[in-house]
């Protein structure tokens, strides 16, 4: 089992810069593909951006250019940087790692951004 803590959501105006970090309790060797999806009221949770283990990424078309995945394997942590944010970009923002040998995903608890116009 994999434990999945989150943390840097917060409250931002419109334009402002939040960082999310995502800390897996479970060593690096069998982490694969890392990602961030989001899930606004009454939406279903959306894929935010991913990055495998060699660091190849993948964005949603609406935050390409505004935000940046990146993650650091010795530390076990997956980071969002998300600048311009928009109140569109208000959700629960959910990490998700995946066992890099069985394809089994693990999910954080979320954390709240919320972007006021």
């Known amino acids: 089992q994999v434990q999945l803590v989150e943390s840097g959501g917060g409250l931002v105006q419109t334009g402002g810069s939040l960082r999310l970090s995502c800390v897996a309790s479970?060593?690096?060797?069998?982490?694969?593909?890392m990602g961030w999806y989001r899930q606004a009221p009454g939406k279903q949770r959306d894929l935010v951006a991913t990055?495998?283990?060699?660091?190849?990424?993948n964005y949603a078309d609406s935050v390409e250019g505004r935000f940046t995945i990146s993650r650091d394997n010795n530390k076990q942590t997956v980071y969002l940087q998300m600048n311009s944010l928009k109140p569109e970009d208000t959700a629960v923002y959910y990490c998700?790692?995946?066992?890099?040998?069985?394809?089994?995903?693990?999910w954080g608890q979320g954390t709240q951004v919320t972007v006021s116009s």
């Open positions: 998700n790692v995946r066992n890099y040998f069985t394809n089994g995903d693990y």
């Open positions: 990055i495998t283990r060699g660091g190849i990424t």
């Open positions: 479970r060593s690096s060797f069998s982490i694969g593909q």
